[in-house]
């Protein structure tokens, strides 16, 4: 990301808190991480899916945004739909939630002095009243981030690969194994970003090699390590 994001913890268990402002004229691609965003843009609020690629928002007239990013597995029982319904899409809120509850959250936010927090109140006060989210997909997600094997992850819950490839479209919005290259590849970003050159991030986050990360990087994030970087 690029200087004008900033990001902290939640109160709501997992997610993150952010907000970006872009300069007019820039183009700022946003990386699959398996997660899911509540956005406030252009005073509407918006539901971003999982990508399975790099997403380049629409338009380069810049401005503020803000949003809450949920960790995978954990925005679907909130949001009360599946994930793979949201996958690769960004949809207005009121597509999900009742028109005139979205109304009023709207006011609400475009009201507030600080709309990233009043997305989190938001979040908090819906989670107060819906089921948590699947606490073996949670586990999963935990298993595959650590750079265990699909197979691995799925013996150590205790499900066939049939049944958590479908109980994995329901909370991530893809298959384990997609789940998995994304969040090694977000592993690897986060190593060069701390200054481990390529052909030690590659294997330290799980590639086989530098050639293996920068094929990942391509079919990912349709760019290539230095353009990423340089670019954020």
Same mark, same amino acid.
């Given at each position: 990301?690029?200087?004008?994001?900033?990001?902290?913890?939640?109160?709501?268990?997992? !997610?993150?808190?952010?907000?970006?402002?872009? +300069?007019?004229?820039?183009?700022?691609?946003?990386?699959?991480?398996?997660?899911?965003?509540?956005?406030?843009?252009?005073?509407?609020?918006?539901? =971003?899916?999982?990508?399975?690629? =790099?997403?380049? +928002?629409?338009?380069?007239?810049?401005?503020?945004? %803000?949003?809450? &990013?949920?960790?995978?597995?954990?925005?679907?029982?909130?949001?009360?739909?599946? %994930?793979?319904?949201?996958? @690769?899409? $960004? *949809? !207005?809120?009121?597509?999900?939630?009742?028109?005139?509850e979205v109304r009023e959250l709207t006011e609400r936010v475009?009201? /507030?002095?600080?709309?990233?927090?009043?997305?989190?109140? *938001?979040?908090?006060?819906r989670a107060a009243g819906t089921a948590p989210p699947d606490?073996?997909?949670?586990?999963?997600?935990? #298993?595959?981030?650590?750079?265990?094997?699909?197979? @691995?992850?799925?013996?150590?819950?205790?499900?066939?690969? $049939?049944?958590?490839?479908? $109980?994995?479209? %329901?909370?991530?919005g893809y298959g384990p194994k997609t789940l998995a290259r994304?969040?090694?590849? #977000?592993?690897?970003? =986060?190593?060069?970003?701390?200054?481990? +050159?390529?052909?030690?991030? =590659?294997? %330290?986050?799980?590639?086989?090699?530098?050639?293996?990360? /920068?094929?990942?990087? &391509?079919?990912?994030?349709?760019?290539?390590?230095?353009?990423?970087?340089?670019?954020?």
């Amino acid at each position: 990301m690029g200087d004008g994001y900033e990001e902290r913890a939640s109160r709501l268990d997992g !997610a993150k808190v952010w907000t970006l402002t872009v +300069p007019r004229g820039s183009v700022h691609p946003v990386l699959p991480d398996g997660c899911m965003d509540l956005l406030w843009i252009g005073g509407r609020l918006l539901v =971003a899916g999982p990508d399975t690629h =790099a997403e380049t +928002p629409a338009g380069s007239d810049g401005g503020s945004y %803000a949003g809450l &990013r949920f960790a995978p597995g954990t925005a679907p029982a909130l949001l009360g739909v599946p %994930a793979h319904e949201l996958r @690769d899409r $960004r *949809i !207005a809120l009121a597509g999900l939630w009742p028109e005139a509850e979205v109304r009023e959250l709207t006011e609400r936010v475009a009201e /507030a002095a600080d709309p990233a927090t009043a997305l989190e109140e *938001i979040a908090l006060h819906r989670a107060a009243g819906t089921a948590p989210p699947d606490p073996a997909m949670r586990f999963v997600a935990g #298993q595959l981030d650590s750079g265990r094997s699909v197979a @691995d992850t799925a013996r150590s819950v205790g499900l066939g690969a $049939r049944q958590l490839h479908r $109980r994995s479209l %329901a909370a991530f919005g893809y298959g384990p194994k997609t789940l998995a290259r994304i969040l090694r590849l #977000q592993r690897a970003l =986060a190593l060069v970003r701390s200054g481990m +050159p390529y052909a030690e991030a =590659a294997p %330290a986050a799980g590639c086989a090699d530098q050639a293996h990360l /920068a094929r990942e990087m &391509r079919e990912l994030a349709g760019t290539t390590l230095t353009g990423y970087l340089a670019g954020s």
